[in-house]
């Protein structure tokens, strides 16, 4: 093109000088990230070939209207499916499929919620009967718990199922408006199923809330079943976005189910119409919410990350003030605030990958233990995944955010990724438990705790979490020293949930250094990031650590130092740190993200591809503006 210098020339790495300042092993730092040399093959192979394929674009989301969105997306997850059946992919090379096509449907609920539901609470009859059609995706469905009146609180709900044991059937049915189902993903216009979540009643007796397996529509035309009335609850947050899933709403109107579609691995009702508790927590039945909290701590650092590295390729290629003699502005990753602003990002990414590989081990383990009847770690599972989910989505929904603003106005364009991304990720503080009430559970565990062990909430923690552990405790014993009730100092309380699972996030980041970690310099790169999490928490929150005596005005100090010299060590590295994420332009979607850096050009060329530039002339100029122009120039009285 006339008059494209070097910097804008298509095929040139514009941040080769940036991968050439590597102080470290990046296809080394890839598999860590990954988690696995396995791992990061099926991820690799999967993206590229999602990349590669047409049929998966994306880069038009935010023109469709919401039908035309809605039916887009159907037409995706047909082909994907269609793609995973021609390959023969496996379970885990089909869930990253789903993953890199990154778009919120009711696949995910389906795959997210429904079959784990029925894996995790109904007995091996109903998942030997249920499972086989799930799979081969010959019913579709969700997960129906929250309605219009309550969503947190779970005991509250209103739906009914009611046992007749004249025809060994539960008749299910929806009392009042507040009972409606509202909120589940894919039962707008999809499913044709649903785990529905109701308050059991046997014999006139009420025995809580329990799961069932409902069919809504027909199999044959779609239509919704006799009693069902079911539909989309409108549109949400943004354009695109989360629009591409039909969250729905559904009203029972004694809508009769055969005894065998409740879920009984927990309790049980007898056709005599006997019910049966099993020796079993009843929290069993929320297994299922316990399942996709720990998988939404692993969704945190993926989605982070990708905000992340489009805000730290972009800080690498822009360029502001500081020309010296007429040579190059100052790169804004140079300014110190750019660094203290992004980097701490950056360490919050790996940090979330790892406290996301250890929550899966620990669900992992709770799983195994619960098929002893081993239920030890329950209530610590419960309250780290609860608080962990909380932890993570908060500070990824801010750090998205953030990364937007560290983009300056090209963050704001759609052409960035970053109001899509933001606009898909920011429910996740919502869904699966709202964040405050899942870090009341936590502070719940903490009490418990606290006043079973003492004041000492744990000493299995590595040295360097000393201060961090006792601030948790001195924040504990602030609040419960105190005779006042829980709901008085729940505000407090809260504050002491963030900072036990700001330990463990640290802890564990400290846990997996001592790992073997192949690669040229990537323990090292690891420990800066490391202790970039642990001082730029101590910083942010030094009034704790200050009021507990565990460090002083001086050592605060010391470490506010140590994190500039921690920056200006990450610097050099920055770029390859991003790049170790191995994503694709594609599952990027961000111009000012993508992987060459040739920003310019690719934002000029897009702006002319909106639809309002199809006419140079705009709609409704000659209908509103022309009239304006040409109006009399009456005399002002102005
Ligand atoms: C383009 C960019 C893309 C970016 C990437 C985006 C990533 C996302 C991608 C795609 C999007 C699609 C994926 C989305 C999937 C998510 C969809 C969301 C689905 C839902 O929201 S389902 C509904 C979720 N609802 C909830 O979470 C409800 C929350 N409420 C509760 O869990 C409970 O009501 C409660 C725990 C708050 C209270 O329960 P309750 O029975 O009243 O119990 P308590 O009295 O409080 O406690 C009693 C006792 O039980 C213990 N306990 C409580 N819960 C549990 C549990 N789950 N497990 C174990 N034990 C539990 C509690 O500690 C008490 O113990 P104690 O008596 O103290 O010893
Ligand atoms: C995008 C999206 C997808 C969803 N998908 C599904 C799905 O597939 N299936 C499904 O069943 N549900 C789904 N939900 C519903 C979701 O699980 C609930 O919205 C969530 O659990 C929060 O409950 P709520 O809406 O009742 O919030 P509320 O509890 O009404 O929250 C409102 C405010 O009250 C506060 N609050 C509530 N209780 C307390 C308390 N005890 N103490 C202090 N403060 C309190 C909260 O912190 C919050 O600030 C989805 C929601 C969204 C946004």
């Known amino acids: 093109m006339e008059g494209v210098g070097e910097e804008e020339m298509e095929g040139v790495d514009h941040l080769a000088h940036e991968r050439n ?73 089909a869930a990253k499929l789903r993953f890199y096509v990154d778009e919120p449907a009711f696949t995910d609920l389906h795959w997210g919620m429904f079959i784990p539901a029925i894996k995790g609470q109904g007995t091996e009859e109903q998942q030997q009967k249920w499972l ?47 009972s409606s189902k509202w909120w589940p993903g894919g039962l707008g216009k999809v499913a044709t199923h649903a785990i529905a979540y109701a308050r059991l009643i046997v014999g006139g007796r009420e025995h809580g809330v329990h799961g069932f397996i409902v069919q809504l529509r027909s199999l044959e035309d779609h239509s919704p079943l006799l ?94 003030f500081g020309s010296q003699n007429g040579g190059p502005e100052t790169q804004v990753i140079d300014y110190k605030t ?23 081990w620990l669900y992992a383990d709770v799983t195994q233990r619960l098929q002893a009847n081993d239920f030890s770690t329950l209530p610590e599972a419960h309250a780290c995944t609860a ?23 090209h963050g704001y364009l759609c052409s960035s990724g970053l109001p899509e991304l933001f606009a898909v990720y920011v429910p996740a503080c919502t869904y699966e438990g709202d964040n405050t009430v899942l870090l009341l559970q936590v502070a719940r565990f903490l009490m418990k705790t606290v006043s079973q062990l003492g004041s000492r909430l744990s000493s299995k923690k590595p040295v360097g979490t000393i201060a961090y552990m006792t601030r948790v405790e001195h924040l504990m ?17 809260v504050e002491a949930a963030v900072a036990h699972c700001q330990l463990i996030v640290v802890s564990k980041f400290i846990e997996k250094l001592q790992q073997e970690i192949p690669g040229k310099g990537v323990k090292q790169q690891l420990e800066v990031l490391c202790n970039i999490y642990a001082l730029f928490l101590l910083h942010k929150h030094q009034g704790d650590f200050l009021s507990t005596g565990c460090i002083t005005p001086k050592h605060a100090a010391l470490a506010n130092d140590e994190l500039r010299s921690l920056y200006s060590q990450v610097r050099p590295n920055a770029i390859a740190l991003v790049d170790a ?46 009239p304006l122009l040409k109006q009399e120039i009456r005399t002002a009285r102005l």
């Open 132 to 178: 086989p059609l799930a799979y081969k995706m010959q019913i579709i469905g969700c997960y129906a718990q929250t309605e219009l009146g309550h969503g947190s609180n779970v005991q509250g709900l209103e739906t009914t199922a009611t046992f007749d044991s004249q025809t060994d059937e539960f008749i299910i049915h929806s009392p009042t408006l507040t």
């Open 21 to 93: 300042k590597s102080e470290f092993d990046v296809d080394a730092m890839k598999i860590v990230w990954a988690g696995s040399p396995h791992a990061f093959d099926v991820s690799d192979r999967i993206s590229k070939l999602v990349a590669s394929d047409p049929g998966f674009r994306k880069d038009n989301r935010s023109t469709l209207s919401r039908k035309e969105l809605f039916k887009n997306t159907l037409r995706k997850a047909a082909y994907a499916w269609k793609t995973i059946v021609d390959l023969r992919l496996s379970e885990e090379e």
């Open 581 to 626: 994420f191995n994503y694709t332009d594609h599952y990027l979607g961000s111009i000012l993200g993508c992987y060459d850096g040739n920003v310019y050009p690719k934002l000029y060329e897009a702006a002319w591809k909106d639809p309002l530039n199809e006419s140079v002339v705009p709609d409704g100029y000659h209908l509103y503006i022309r």
């Open 227 to 320: 009693g069902i009335t079911v539909g989309d609850i409108g549109m949400k947050f943004g354009n695109g976005a989360y629009n591409t899933m039909d969250n729905g709403v559904l009203q029972f109107d004694h809508v009769r189910i055969p005894r065998n579609q409740m879920l009984m691995r927990v309790s049980q009702v007898t056709c005599e119409g006997k019910y049966k508790q099993s020796d079993v927590p009843r929290q069993l039945v929320y297994g299922t919410m316990v399942y996709v909290r720990q998988t939404i701590v692993a969704d945190a650092s993926c989605a982070l990350s990708r905000a992340v590295c489009i805000a730290t390729r972009y800080s690498a290629v822009r360029r502001q």
């Open 477 to 493: 014993q602030c609040r419960c020293g105190v005779q006042r009730g829980f709901a008085e100092l729940s505000a407090d309380l």
């Open 338 to 360: 750019q660094q203290s602003r992004l980097f701490p990002l950056l360490a919050s990414a790996y940090a979330f990958r790892f406290i996301g590989e250890w929550l899966k």
């Open 387 to 409: 608080g962990l989910k909380s932890l993570t989505t908060t500070a990824t929904a801010d750090g998205i955010e953030e990364c937007r603003k560290l983009c300056g106005g």
